[in-house]
């Protein structure tokens, strides 16, 4: 079992930056694929971003590329997600989760953030 709490969100202005943060517990010594989703109001979750065990290799989604990074710290346990260039459109509840097979496992209880224009 793995453990996830998110913090960091919070209202922002158009333009402006948020680092949303994840600290994992329980069995982290496994090479878990760590991800962030984002849930818009109505919307599907949708996976904006994700990172290998190493960190070598990282996925985004077309609608964040080039303005937000994901990395990890394995020995601290953590995974941020920086965000710079926040659009009105990037408000939603975000999500860290954990995964080691094709399916996304564990999930945090999510973290709200919302962009005023």
């Known amino acids: 079992q793995v453990q996830l709490v998110e913090s960091g969100g919070g209202l922002v202005q158009a333009g402006g930056s948020l680092r949303l943060s994840c600290a994992t517990s329980g069995r982290t010594g496994s090479s878990y694929v760590m991800g962030w989703f984002r849930q818009p109001p109505g919307k599907e979750r949708e996976l904006l971003a994700a990172?290998?065990?190493?960190?070598?290799?990282?996925y985004y989604a077309d609608s964040v590329k080039g303005r937000f990074t994901i990395s990890r710290d394995n020995a601290k346990n953590t995974v941020a997600l920086q965000m710079n260039s926040l659009k009105p459109e990037d408000t939603g509840v975000y999500y860290c989760s954990a995964r080691r097979t094709s399916v996304w496992d564990y999930w945090g209880q999510g973290t709200q953030v919302t962009v005023s224009s």
């Open positions: 990172i290998s065990w190493t960190g070598f290799n990282t």
